[in-house]
């Protein structure tokens, strides 16, 4: 076949759309939609990364800081919750074996977040509204500063987000519970708690005999995503309740009515939405990746996992962790009473070095009781994620302590060595792998058009992530602070190699993004937003 | 407090001791890559996991003991409340400006001193910054809070105040240039 027919027709033709359930288009929609996302992040990402070499003249300050407000938002919402929304509700269907509670509710998901995610960005991108996703009181009602249409209409692709996620939620407790039709009477309220890990310890308490695997009612996968979504909940809620507020004061300001700022306590504030925000961090991303772990873990080797009580009772402590460790980022406010610090900020979050120690392990036990195996995508990517996280939690550790983080908060440290590495080589590298693996799966088998450029596509992302968080920490050590502007060079070394690290990421995406291409082909890629004939209950062709 | 570690020192033993970690975590992860496809024994005992457990708890417990007794400023930061200082400043912060109580604050060396920083509108930051763009220590300043930091110097230099928060696109240009002066060291 020739590169064109390739290009337009996919690899050997291979990839036929038609051939798609509305499930496996729903869920390619996810994926294409998250890449799209993900590719604004690390384009807007590198111009701030040419930015911090040096300022750009033709970019004022207040665009660089629309920039790094849209970025991570863009980052977060458009990208990982699009990706991971979309395989969660294909494989909790999957590992249940029961169709999705409501694709019309999955599809309604994937439209609010891909239409929310493009209003926030392009209302940041036109009127640079830029509170930075911290959102620190008194700052996104600061009509000094912001007009409050612009925050309005930021806020209101948030809330189309947050409604979407909500949605999301409903579908997947909905699904674990309930009794498709003409099957078997399932006991949603025994699923339910057994889905939130409650079986084991009831059973604990029952005086019973050691839990065996076959007690549970849902497979440990499900655990994760089920806890994991617990805390996506309880994250909406507080991102809607702030959002309120916000626009509340947004309102009367544009209805001539000035409310007075400091009727909310910052430190109160800065509390309750770390609270919620450090949901997504601590929990709903360390509990899911550890679900997905375990999941590619079983999957890959076709065997139980390792110490499976164990990963349950992980993920069970989880839960007490992901809700009480928010005080780690407030260890640099004075007025934060030293008992949090000390008890949330440093003790609870140890604990998170136990969790997620605990599940790297156990993941790499598994892999290893099935040696030899064969070192595919799916195997090497994940290994790369593991890695990120092995990387990135113990820096995390290192920031949480009272006495480093006096000398650590809002440096580059914070956001390179920790955050970066954990979102780009340890979540990002794991969803790779997610995506590899399901995408025979999604697509009835198509072939990857390059093993090459996919060898290329995990080594340059590899190092890529690894480097610019490297450079970044440097810098942070030596003082350089994050959400600031240098004008004189500061810092012009490490930024030089930051930012060679970062195109590498930008390349990395390139290559694997043709590969896709010239895997489906263009007509495939289109194919996949065509409506499908076949059943929606059904999640792969009979 | 009479203690030569400043922050210079702690980083230095965090760069080689996070450096040293990142090498040891990256041979294994690739010597595992190298394993995995290759035949050999598979069975790992479970004393191995129990034993890993317990290196996770230690470690996750004695970091912060470490730190607790060997990082000079962490004790007054965590019950220094009432603990006398020799010299205090007030500084307030306010349409994205510092406001000094003089244009150029005189630190004197080895004897505990207090910054108190308020903010009469946004939540800034409060940092102190040596020549070569190293910091010294940084705080939030929230506003409607006391944000008091106790710090002992023990060098003689000239640092430069700077927000470490992000208040708006015009608060990185929040800087005082060589306001605070530390002497009185014999070293
Ligand atoms: C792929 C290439 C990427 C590059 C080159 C990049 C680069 C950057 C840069 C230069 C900053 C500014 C740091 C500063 O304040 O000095 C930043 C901030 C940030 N990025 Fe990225 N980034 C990338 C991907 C991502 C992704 C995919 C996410 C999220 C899923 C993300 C999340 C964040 C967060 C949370 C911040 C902090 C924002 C703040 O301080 O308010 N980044 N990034």
Redesign the interface.
Known sequence: MSFVQTLIGGNKGSFKPESLTPMQKLTLRYVVVGLVYYAFAAIEGMIMRIYQVKPISFIP??Q??GILTAHPLVGIFGSTYMLVFGAFLFLVPMLLKKPLWSFKLANWTWGLITVGTFTFWLDGFIS?Y?P?YTL????PA?FN?FHPLSGAIFITGIALIMVGTLLFVLNIFKTITYTPDGAAPVNGKLMLLDSLGFTGLFNLFRGRRRNQEEDYLTPLPIVAIARGTVDTLFNALIITGTGVLILIYMIAELMGHSLRT?AI???LY?NWFWWGLDLIADGLVLIYVAGVWYLLAMLITGKKL??QK?ARAALALEMVVSWTVWSHH?L????QP?IL??VSG??VT??E??TT??AF?IT??T?????????TNP??FL?GG??GF??AI??G??QA????N??L???QWIIG?HVHVAILVGLTMTLYSVVYFLLPILTNGAELWSQKLANLHFWLHLLGGIGMG?FMGMAG?????R???YYNG??EGYMWLAALSGSLLLIALGVFLFNIVMTLGLRGAIGVFKKSDLDARELLPQ | MKSAVDSNTVLWGQTIIYTAYVLAIMALMAWFAYNIVRTGPSKIKPAVFYAFVAFLVTTGVSLHIITYNTIPWTKVDLHGKNTPTAQQFEITVADHKFQLPSERLDVQCGKLVEFNVISKDLTYGFGLFRSDNSMVFQMQVIPGHDNIIKWNFLKNEVLSIRSTEYSGPEGSQMIVKDAVHVTGCTK
């Open positions: 300050p207040k660089y800081f640079h830029a930075l620190y009181w008194p700052l600061d500063v400091s306590d910052a430190l800065k390792f110490m164990w407030l640099s406010d004075q007025s030293a610090k000390v440093e003790m140890a604990f070095l136990i120690g605990l392990f790499l036990a892999l290893w009781s099935a040696r030899p195996l064969k070192m195997l090497k290994i593991l890695l092995a990387l113990p820096a550790i290192m302590d009272v006495g480093l006096r000398i908060h809002n440096t060595p490297g050590l030596h003082g350089m602070l959400r600031t502007i500061e810092y």
